[in-house]
């Protein structure tokens, strides 16, 4: 069972920035795609960036598109999400998910078609 582990969640002021990080202890990550997905409390789980499992495919959310950013290095093992000129609303625990079942990145994020979950990070925008 693939374990994923995020971690680089925090308090930070409106217009700062966090880079969250994913990796397994145990698996290579380099093998599934991986996205990012957050959940503020009373709303649903929210699609926010995808990485294909070599990089070469990415979409991010229309909602954090110029501000939030995929990446992976899996010599590391690891996908990032650089989160930069972070909001109020961008409250939220965030999430790492994996999946075999994607080879390239579709253009919306479907929650069912990952299979993988990490246990979130959370992240708390305020001043």
């Known amino acids: 069972q693939l374990q994923l582990v995020e971690s680089g969640g925090g308090l930070v002021q409106p217009g700062g920035s966090l880079r969250l990080s994913c990796t397994t202890p145990?698996?290579?990550?380099?093998?599934?795609?991986t996205g990012w997905f957050r959940q503020a409390p009373g709303k649903e789980r929210e699609g926010l960036a995808c990485?294909?499992?070599?990089?070469?495919?990415?979409k991010h959310a229309n909602s954090v598109k110029g501000r939030f950013t995929i990446s992976r290095d899996n010599a590391k093992n690891t996908v990032y999400l650089q989160m930069n000129s972070l909001k109020s609303e961008d409250t939220a625990v965030y999430y790492c998910?994996?999946?075999?079942?994607?080879?390239?990145?579709?253009?919306?994020?479907?929650?069912?078609?990952?299979?993988?979950w990490g246990q979130g990070t959370q992240v708390t925008v305020s001043s």
């Open positions: 990485i294909s499992h070599n990089g070469g495919s990415t």
């Open positions: 145990e698996f290579t990550l380099g093998y599934y795609t």
């Open positions: 998910a994996a999946t075999v079942r994607l080879a390239v990145c579709p253009t919306a994020m479907v929650r069912d078609e990952y299979d993988f």
